[in-house]
């Protein structure tokens, strides 16, 4: 319970800004040290970490869909809980 807990909601996002600075010193050395590897691994840890920060942003501002489909799912759980009572 305990290591669930430190990994919880609040932690998450400190291990993922942990995890994209180490990445970014290894892009920075890859770069310097022109080590295609890093270079290669930095690039696609960059469109998933930007499409991650899209996705948030959409999802806190509501954009498109993403608040129906939340709406639906909530409004589906709430009935099933309702019923089972």
Not at 39 to 59: D, E, K, Q, R, S
Request: aromatic share 18%.
């Amino acid at each position: 319970l305990q290591i669930f807990d430190f990994l919880g909601y609040q932690w998450a996002p400190i291990l993922a800004n942990f995890i994209h600075i180490i990445i970014v010193i290894l892009g920075l050395f890859g770069t310097i040290q022109y080590r295609p590897r890093y270079i290669t691994g930095y690039a696609v840890w960059l469109v998933l970490w930007v499409t991650w920060n899209v996705f948030v942003i959409c999802f806190y501002l509501e954009a498109g869909d993403l608040s129906k489909v939340i709406y639906h799912l909530i409004h589906l759980s709430h009935q099933c809980c309702v019923n089972m009572s």
